[in-house]
């Protein structure tokens, strides 16, 4: 690879596992599997190793996603929580034996191994045999105290059995959500309305922070616990500890087996592999760990992970089955997706139909044909794929993948560097027309609540909006007369179209439905160009000296805004009375301005999460990690020891609360 196309790789890497950070961690909503995912990263670090000069200071390998939300007291953990080293070859399995091997010395090793529970990780404190803490993985150091949500899962104990517990001790496991209870909970939603969740691990990681514990009773998670940690265990390894933990009322698994060598190990994995299929939950991998604590001690940890400990996981499942035809399907940005229409085939516990060909370069890749018996794979995820030909008996022609858009006949188009093909027809193609106007009312859009996707359907195909600015000249006679709206309901429509006029000008971007221009990014648009005017005169090198905006977002705005039919359009929406600027009220001051603060520690004065936004009013930027770019640290009570010492090593200046305030006040 050229200089220029690594650089532009690493860059490309980083914006795309961002975006899936965001849908992971923030949203529960994957996009790809585990997985895919993994494979991203892997990518993304061996470039960054092999050409340190083009890894980006905040590249997302420097940090391990967060489950962290606003809602929560957030607390630290008195044990870091570390993830796995991780692999999917039984060849790096090997290896991890053998460095262990090595890194003992000889010594006789005994390892455990135990199913790897595909849910959300928990961490429970015990002291005097009552739970008295439940915290989630967060960062790794610090996480939701979600101890009242956590209280209502019936496996977890929350008094002790027996009298030879230690006084202080961590349970930690992985909540979980049966099959059969997800199954009940999407089909309820879905006679709701509400969106469904992609796989139990979403259900389960939506659940654990809903707001009201009694809501997430009637969830009935699981949980398994899996590792204990404290100062006065009773045993010396892990195993027996598990086990005595049984007699004190935990859920200990029943799978778990000690192991003598990898034969052992790989009998364990094959196993499972089949017998998983069985299991009423999720497992996506198997998880070896040396059994004892001096040896465990021994082998230590690297930054992230133990070294005495390893995942190994499963491939996803496949299945094979024969290619019908192929539907193209037209999505909200003009992007044409191409779906496989299959022989109905059982896989993973759901009959699959269709599946995903993502663009024209992976079926032309596959050379799928019309006839072929093909691999079909669910990563544990939402939509199934199809991954391979697993035999051709037939003489049907290569694919031709379509010229027009199937909705409204326009000639497709493909941008040199990008894999799908677009109908560039955006004002005219009915899919992309609703798909806008269903975006532009969505939740975290202007949360025009009552107005459902079927009726946006109903009122486009009546002729009574054309774009989302109609929205806004909608009165009540005009919903009347159509069938199933009674007045009730027509008010509600027209006044929540009404209350949104308030919904403040991020969203209102957000909601205009920009490519590569999602939550997040119109946060700091809006941010960097404080009303929409500045917005649409900005050059790409104004837009791109902003932190975070790159050459595909700039250039995504600069075509939006270039086009006069969109600008009559926000004209539209200006009229009506939308938020087109920052609420300047909201705006304290800029003494903050161009700062990168990092906040640490436990606060006396206000909350961490009221300290951001007090940041973000005074112009100021949050930043998760001290680097050299830190203006300083905002420093609480407890603040962690690794912190102190790379602020002391930058020079980085370490600011108390107190000083902090006086120094906004002033
Ligand atoms: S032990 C220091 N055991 O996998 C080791 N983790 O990728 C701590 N997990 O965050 C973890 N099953 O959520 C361990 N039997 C098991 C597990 C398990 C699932 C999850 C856990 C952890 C993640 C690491």
Redesign the pocket.
């Known amino acids: 690879m050229e200089k220029l196309d690594i650089s532009k790789r690493i860059n490309e890497l980083s914006d795309t596992i961002r975006y899936h950070n965001e849908l992971y961690y923030r949203d529960a909503q994957p996009e790809i599997s585990d997985f895919e995912y993994d494979q991203l990263l892997k990518e993304l670090q061996r470039l960054e190793t092999q050409y340190p000069e083009f890894a980006q200071t905040d590249s997302p390998t420097q940090r391990i996603g967060n489950d962290i939300s606003n809602k929560f007291e957030t607390v630290y953990h008195k044990y870091p929580?570390?993830?796995?080293g991780?692999t999917y070859s039984r060849e790096e399995l090997s290896d991890f034996y053998r460095r262990v091997q090595q890194g003992l010395e000889g010594q006789e090793c005994e390892f455990v191994c135990?199913?790897?529970?595909?849910?959300?990780?928990i961490s429970l404190t015990y002291e005097n045999g009552k739970l008295t803490r439940a915290v989630t993985?967060g960062d790794g150091t610090r996480g939701d105290d979600v101890t009242e949500n956590v209280k209502t899962i019936k496996s977890i104990p929350l008094v002790l059995k027996g009298d030879d517990y230690p006084q202080n001790f961590e349970m930690?496991g992985?909540i979980f959500m049966t099959h059969k209870t997800f199954e009940k909970l999407n089909n309820i939603r879905q006679e709701s309305g509400d969106n469904l969740f992609a796989n139990p691990r979403n259900a389960t990681a939506g659940s654990i922070k809903m707001q009201y514990s009694s809501e997430v009773a009637k969830r009935y998670l699981d949980c398994f616990l899996?590792?204990i940690l404290g100062e006065e265990l009773p045993y010396d390894n892990h195993f027996d500890n598990l086990k005595k933990a049984k007699s004190w009322g935990f859920k200990i698994?029943e799978d778990i087996i000690k192991c003598k060598n990898l034969d052992d190990v790989f009998d364990y994995i094959n196993y499972w592999d089949t017998a998983r299929k069985n299991l009423d939950y999720d497992i996506d991998g198997i998880?070896l760990?040396v059994n004892n604590y001096k040896q465990q001690e021994q082998l230590g940890y690297t930054a992230k992970?133990?070294r005495w400990?390893i995942?190994y996981k499963f491939k996803a499942e496949q299945a094979v089955t024969e290619l019908l035809s192929i539907d193209y399907q037209v999505g909200r940005t003009g992007a044409i997706t191409p779906v496989a229409n299959l022989q109905p085939v059982f896989l993973a516990g759901t009959t699959v139909k269709r599946a995903s060909l993502h663009n024209a370069e992976q079926i032309a890749l596959l050379d799928l044909r019309i006839g072929d018996k093909v691999f079909v794979e669910k990563g544990g995820e939402i939509i199934p794929k199809v991954v391979g030909i697993a035999v051709r008996e037939h003489k049907n022609p290569p694919t031709k993948f379509i010229a027009h858009c199937p909705e409204c006949g326009t000639e497709l188009i493909k941008n040199e560097g990008e894999a799908k093909h677009f109908c560039p027809n955006d004002n005219g193609c009915p899919p992309q027309i609703k798909g806008k106007i269903i975006h532009f009312i969505s939740r975290k859009a202007m949360n025009i609540e009552s107005l459902g996707e079927e009726s946006v359907e109903l009122f486009f195909n009546k002729g009574l909006i054309h774009n989302a600015a109609d929205l806004y000249q909608l009165k009540i006679e005009d919903i009347l007369p159509l069938e199933r709206f009674a007045q009730k309901s027509a008010e509600n429509i027209i006044n929540s179209i009404e209350s949104s006029k308030t919904v403040p000008y991020p969203r209102v971007l957000y909601a205009l439905g920009l490519r590569y221009v999602g939550e997040t990014v119109a946060k700091i648009l809006a941010k960097a160009f404080p009303n929409i005017d500045l917005l649409i005169n900005a050059s790409i090198e104004e837009l791109t000296e902003v932190h975070e905006i790159g050459e595909r977002i700039a250039e995504s705005v600069k075509e939006y805004f270039s086009q006069a039919d969109i600008i009559e359009f926000v004209n539209k929406l200006k009229e009506a009375g939308l938020q087109f600027k920052v609420d300047r009220e909201e705006q304290k001051s800029d003494i903050l301005k161009d700062m990168s603060i990092v906040i640490s520690g436990v606060f006396v004065h206000h909350s961490r999460d009221e300290y951001k936004t007090i940041i973000e009013l005074h112009g100021g930027k949050n930043s998760s990690s001290i680097s050299k770019n830190t203006s300083f640290i905002l420093a609480g009570d407890n603040m962690g020891p690794s912190k102190k010492e790379k602020a002391q090593k930058l020079g980085v200046e370490l600011k108390s609360e107190e000083e902090f305030l006086k120094m906004l006040n002033d």
């Open positions: 929580m570390l993830s796995l991780n135990e199913l790897k529970y595909d849910g959300v990780s993985r930690r992985e899996y590792y698994p998880v760990k992970t133990p400990a995942s």
